[in-house]
């Protein structure tokens, strides 16, 4: 008979606890966990194989460990200065994360951020050992500057996550906000900007609060916006004393050669893979559009998804939205649902769908 997890000697700490858990289904649509569901243009996909198949001649011998050509790309993607030595990278924005974690968190020490925001938030804090402590946040998920800083204060945090914008709300988060939390706290303040190519051209990057703020890192995906998800890299930006500390938890070689070869190429096609980002965030704000003549009150979304209210029982929809082929995500806010911004056919399914339901009720 096998064993059940409680018969292990799992870390008591971790007892009860679920992973994340997002449904992959093979459904015609999958618009459940903010993919950029458009394919990587030709041209680019052309140039990251010969990129790859370039680095398999070296395949034998380690990667370079501080992947040094990735960081200066990704320093010249972000500007603002910036150079190698404010960036560093991972397997996906989570290892990332996990990193400022065990380098920043663990046993003893808090992490805190403002409910609703990214579930993998409180795993990895747990995971790495930290207690995690969860905010409030205000009307249609909104957060004060002057609220924030007195919640941080009083919870005297040694990290905080700030999700900008919000996942799963699409809320935007002010400068100000920023600025106040980091004033309040002798933490680390994370600035989660994995969904920022989405927001308003013309809105600050929290990349633009760097200097002077030992204590404040920015983290970005490439999952998102450059339709890379399933190539799995994140990076953030930081005074070179953060990037000195992660250096004490990573693991050697931690990114590929291939990962390595991948993303530096990728980079190089930033303005055609961004061009992507305009007809996504059309198709998002059109799905925002519809929702509100369908009667359902979507929320101010700057990302790459729409978080919809008005359901009367999220579970049924989401079922019969499924038994329809679309897959969309129940992240667990009573009457209310999410779905991602797709191609023009992908939204139209979706939209179709949810309105056979109304027609039918």
């Given at each position: 008979m096998n064993a059940r997890l409680e018969d292990l000697p799992i870390r008591d700490d971790l007892r009860g606890l679920v992973p994340y858990g997002a449904p992959q289904v093979a459904l015609p649509v999958a618009l459940n966990v903010n993919e950029n569901t458009h394919p990587v243009p030709q041209e680019v996909a052309d140039d990251i194989m010969d990129a790859v198949a370039q680095a398999l001649h070296e395949v034998n011998r380690y990667p370079d460990r501080e992947f040094t050509e990735l960081r200066d790309g990704f320093a010249t993607y972000l500007g603002h200065g910036l150079t190698r030595e404010n960036i560093w990278a991972g397997n996906g924005s989570n290892e990332v994360l996990q990193h400022l974690l065990q380098a920043f968190g663990g046993p003893g020490r808090t992490a805190f951020g403002f409910a609703p925001t990214y579930s993998m938030y409180p795993l990895i804090s747990r995971g790495t050992g930290a207690e995690w402590v969860a905010g409030t946040r205000g009307h249609a998920f909104t957060i004060d500057p002057q609220d924030a800083a007195s919640q941080v204060s009083d919870a005297a945090p040694d990290v905080v996550f700030l999700c900008a914008p919000n996942n799963p709300t699409g809320t935007p988060m002010g400068i100000d906000v920023i600025e106040a939390v980091y004033d309040a706290t002798d933490g680390i303040v994370i600035v989660d900007e994995a969904y920022h190519e989405f927001a308003p051209r013309e809105e600050r990057s929290a990349l633009t609060l760097l200097p002077g703020r030992e204590r404040l890192v920015v983290s970005r995906t490439m999952s998102k916006a450059f339709a890379f998800a399933g190539a799995r890299v994140g990076y953030l930006a930081a005074d070179p004393a953060v990037i000195d500390a992660?250096?004490?938890?990573?693991?050697?070689?931690?990114?590929?050669?291939?990962?390595?070869?991948?993303?530096?190429?990728?980079?190089?096609?930033?303005?055609?893979?961004?061009?992507?980002?305009?007809?996504?965030?059309?198709?998002?704000?059109?799905?925002?559009?519809?929702?509100?003549?369908?009667?359902?009150?979507?929320?101010?979304?700057?990302?790459?998804?729409?978080?919809?209210?008005?359901?009367?029982?999220?579970?049924?929809?989401?079922?019969?939205?499924?038994?329809?082929?679309?897959?969309?995500?129940?992240?667990?806010?009573?009457?209310?649902?999410?779905?991602?911004?797709?191609?023009?056919?992908?939204?139209s399914a979706f939209l179709d769908a949810l309105a056979s339901l109304d027609s039918a009720s």
């Open positions: 992660l250096r004490l938890v990573r693991l050697p070689y931690h990114l590929s050669a291939l990962t390595q070869a991948a993303a530096t190429a990728a980079l190089r096609h930033a303005p055609t893979m961004l061009r992507m980002v305009d007809d996504i965030v059309g198709q998002r704000d059109r799905i925002s559009a519809t929702l509100e003549a369908l009667g359902y009150e979507p929320y101010e979304s700057w990302t790459n998804f729409v978080l919809f209210g008005g359901v009367k029982d999220a579970r049924t929809t989401w079922q019969a939205l499924y038994d329809q082929g679309v897959l969309i995500r129940d992240v667990g806010i009573p009457g209310h649902l999410r779905v991602t911004a797709g191609t023009e056919d992908e939204t």
